[in-house]
């Protein structure tokens, strides 16, 4: 792996670190995929688990938003259930679904199903983050991992799941298991991502994604534990630590205080109030509503001014969503607005 | 209509208007539903829409939750797209899916499925209502509209939508078709509601599920007014004006001042810190997990308490669920809570 001299000087991993910026940098979650119409054909017949195992496919994807829209930031194409196939969970992911897990865990003897994570499992992440890193040169990647509430709910529900009912009844009813449970997806996510560092990303994101399902006096007992633990094994590597979650307008202070050196915000929260919720050693990550990308462009624009204004409130700002690039986003949409942010933020 | 002496000190309408109580009063939203078998067994080979128009059984469903659990409150069966199938919108309740509908609203030429509601266009409501007040005796009816947002929602995505990218795409990018449109809705279900309170409702709900997914700026500048106008349709009626919607922890004070006597809460806010951001001068209704019910009879129980405690902040409480009850609920565990609910909180 060759170390490139513009990275650590990149306006993405300055904004992570609270550094002044010469523009605020942008990237968008869900970058790579179904929006873009090159994503669409080198994925054609190849199925997704089988996609995020080939490096040289893993490489194209990841790289294709870079060149189209000229993003501060690439985040590897992965899923976040790859680490639990990779320590052989029987699951798969079914398009227009997604994640299906052969035996969903609802007792102890179910747990056996999860080994601890050897680099060796993910051989074909590492050579891909490699071979990234030598075609990003000043373009830093983020690795990235599920959190161990998020991976729980697919494991135990089996599945994408509305109201995460199993997920909640193994919780509050047996926490002696949920405890064994979420120790172990710890383990494993925070293995994921050290292999990643290892290979070669700059930065890190660890995704809770549907953790706003629980209120914040359960989020401290049940789950910040076991986030904190996965955040602290990568924090020696000395890579800046992104945690995200949705609808976490009422767990803001805790992601905040949980290790990362970024929380990234979604829609529903001001970056100004959310950094207020964060404290004040905190950079932001957010947080424009996908939805709107679908308004007419002079709705998006200003909106984007808002979140840009917004945003100087927090020490750094790393613009992006405040959720995921939806499927039928037009690309051009995506690409003006990388232009935008560049221009109205340049020093 | 018969008029029940014991209706005005009922348990619930007190709670609502904040009045000393004998025990807390408990209902549960979707009570009446999937989740009953006796339910089930009325609705087979009755499809969704035409259950909602035959007073015999609105009559039957809505009273079957009562019967089963002692519930302090009956709920009208029905669906907040009723009153829009009644003044001609050409939508359809698909099993498993929910409503779609034929020709979502996009533009201007749209609006014209959209004419006034008169109570004639929903005479079996008022039947179902009337033959409801007199079953019921001291129980009291809760009469209920989607709120405007939630119906635009349906209206413009053209049925259910996990992002709702179209409905925002109107509202921020077409914000004068947005207010004629919510404009329009307001009427229906303003009027929808006053049919049901001169037939005899007792109170009425208001439910904007999905307002959860604005930022506090935009509810206030595109939501509420809409809302308010609602709630003020009803208000020289006299009966006590619920509203709820999920995921609003951002927007409680403003659900608070919007015209209704009582907050509905989701899960995800504890009541006594729900109350400090309503206000003093209104009664909340709430918040156990519905998915909490699916974990062990401990676990219902020990919540169950938690939630009686916090709700002892609030100046009035009406116990019930976050969201609505989950189709696979255990009947059983919901007769024990409603026990649970009246013995603990008796005075």
Not at 75 to 103: E, M, Y
Not at 127 to 137: C, D, N, T
């Amino acid at each position: 792996m060759t170390s490139h001299a513009g990275l650590r000087g990149s306006a993405f991993l300055r904004a992570c670190r609270r550094e002044p910026v010469p523009h605020t940098p942008v990237w968008f979650m869900r970058q790579a995929g179904r929006s873009l119409p090159e994503y669409r054909r080198v994925r054609e017949g190849v199925a997704m688990l089988d996609a995020c195992r080939r490096p040289d496919l893993v490489t194209e994807i990841t790289l294709q938003p870079v060149r189209r829209y000229g993003v501060d930031a690439a985040i590897l194409f992965s899923d976040i259930v790859v680490p639990l196939k990779a320590v052989g969970v029987d699951l798969d992911i079914k398009p227009g679904v997604g994640p299906v897990i052969a035996r969903p865990i609802r007792a102890e003897a179910d747990l056996g199903q999860l080994r601890g994570l050897e680099p060796d499992d993910v051989g074909y992440v590492t050579e891909a983050v490699q071979s990234l890193v030598g075609e990003l040169g000043a373009t830093p990647l983020i690795g990235f991992a599920g959190a161990p509430f998020t991976l729980a709910s697919y494991l135990v529900e089996g599945g994408p799941s509305r109201n995460l009912e199993n997920t909640k009844a193994l919780m509050y009813g047996n926490p002696g298991l949920w405890e064994l449970l979420m120790t172990r997806l710890a383990d494993i996510a925070g293995a994921f991502l050290r292999v990643q560092v290892a290979a070669g990303a700059s930065a890190v994101q660890l995704f809770d994604s549907w953790v706003g399902a629980l209120p914040a006096a359960d989020y401290a007992r049940f789950v910040r534990p076991h986030s904190e633990r996965v955040l602290a094994t990568v924090g020696e590597l000395g890579v800046p630590r992104i945690h995200f979650g949705v609808g976490t307008g009422e767990l803001l202070g805790q992601l905040g205080s949980a290790g990362a050196e970024v929380v990234g915000v979604d829609f529903r929260v001001p970056l100004d109030e959310a950094s207020r919720r964060v404290g004040p050693d905190r950079a932001l990550q957010g947080n424009l509503d996908p939805a709107i990308l679908f308004a007419p462009w002079d709705a998006v624009a200003r909106r984007a001014r808002e979140v840009l204004v917004s945003g100087r409130a927090a020490p750094g700002h790393v613009f992006n969503l405040g959720h995921g690039v939806l499927p039928d986003t037009d690309p051009d949409v995506l690409a003006r607005l990388v232009d935008l942010v560049h221009e109205e933020s340049a020093a």
